[in-house]
Structure formats: structure tokens, C-alpha cells
């Protein structure tokens, strides 16, 4: 039992910042989907098409929504949790946030072309069928937009993680190849 126990904890001690990463990327996910379904929701009201469901420009301000609340929890929980060993300071908070913003910029755009592309290929190529399912006394239909937007956001955090690990948030002994060309 022991041994078992004092193997989890050595897994533990050496991915603690993938778990840590995973873990508020999992917070930062509810929080940012949240923000996506909120924006969808009551923007239906105003964008949508005649059968009464969402526009493209609805996704895609839906995503920017996601998008927006992404980039602050995730910036805000990443520097103060998961890459402690980063550069501290204002300077370096503010570098860091600008590479955070430009990287999250081109991953939006891959959230974007991989949510509108599997709605495109499950609606459009596929014909795809929801099952509605009964949760908590509410219909839950399992929807393109669903599928596109689980499977974008998956796509999206490993592409951050590595981003974020490999060059916004990397150790302050860590020198840029380019910086050594200078010297």
C-alpha cells in the first residue's frame, strides 16, 4: 500500500505543473464555456437563422466571448500558479501577458476554423442526427455545436500548453537562441 501510495506521490511531485495546468485549464474551460453558452443563448434572440438557431457570426462571437474570459482566467492562473518558476515582476508580467495575448490570438483562429469546420462536416457533409437526452428534468441536445466545441477546445489547451510552457511562461535561467546570437 505504501509503495503504491509513494509512486503516486513521486507522479505527482514530477507532473505538478501538467496538473496544475489541466486543473485550471479545466476552471478556465467551465469558465470560458460558460461565457460561450451565455453569449449563444441570449444571442439567438437577435442573430438568427430562419429555422431559429444561431448564426455563423453568433459562433463566432460566441467564441470571441470564450475567447475573452480564456485569456484572463487562464493568463491570471498560469503566472500565479502553474509556471511559478517564470520571471516575476511588472516588465516581465507585461511581456508575458503581450506573447500570452499574440499566442492566444492564433489559437483562437484554430478554435475558430475547427469549431465552424466539425459543425460543417457534422451538419452540413454528414447530416448529423442530436440525441436529445433528459438531464435534471431538462432536454440536453448533444449538437454539432457541442461536439465542435469539446473537440476545438481540446485541440486549443494542448496547443497552449506547449505555447505557454515553451515561450511565454518559460524558467527565468532560460535564454532565447536569439539573444545568444546578440551577445
Not at 114 to 137: K, Q, R, S, W
Request: proline content about 2%; charged content about 25%; some cysteine.
Amino acid at each position: 500500500m505504501s509503495r503504491a501510495f509513494e509512486a503516486v506521490k513521486r507522479f505527482v511531485v514530477r507532473k505538478k505543473q501538467l496538473i496544475l495546468y489541466l486543473l485550471f485549464g479545466g476552471v478556465t474551460t467551465v469558465c470560458s464555456l460558460l461565457a460561450w453558452y451565455l453569449t449563444l443563448r441570449f444571442g439567438v434572440l437577435v442573430f438568427h437563422d430562419e429555422k431559429g438557431d444561431p448564426t455563423a457570426f453568433l459562433d463566432v462571437l460566441g467564441s470571441t466571448a470564450q475567447w475573452v474570459v480564456g485569456i484572463v482566467v487562464t493568463f491570471t492562473t498560469n503566472k500565479k500558479w502553474v509556471f511559478r518558476e517564470a520571471e516575476h515582476g511588472l516588465r516581465a508580467a507585461v511581456r508575458q501577458f503581450g506573447i500570452f495575448c499574440s499566442s492566444r490570438v492564433l489559437t483562437y483562429f484554430l478554435e475558430v476554423a475547427v469549431n465552424l469546420g466539425i459543425i460543417a462536416l457534422l451538419d452540413d457533409l454528414l447530416h448529423y442526427h442530436a440525441p436529445v437526452f433528459e438531464i435534471v428534468g431538462r432536454e440536453f441536445e448533444l449538437s454539432a455545436r457541442i461536439w465542435a466545441k469539446l473537440i476545438s477546445s481540446i485541440v486549443v489547451i494542448v496547443a497552449n500548453y506547449f505555447v505557454s510552457k515553451l515561450i511565454v511562461f518559460r524558467k527565468k535561467d532560460e535564454k532565447d537562441p536569439k539573444e545568444d546570437k546578440k551577445e
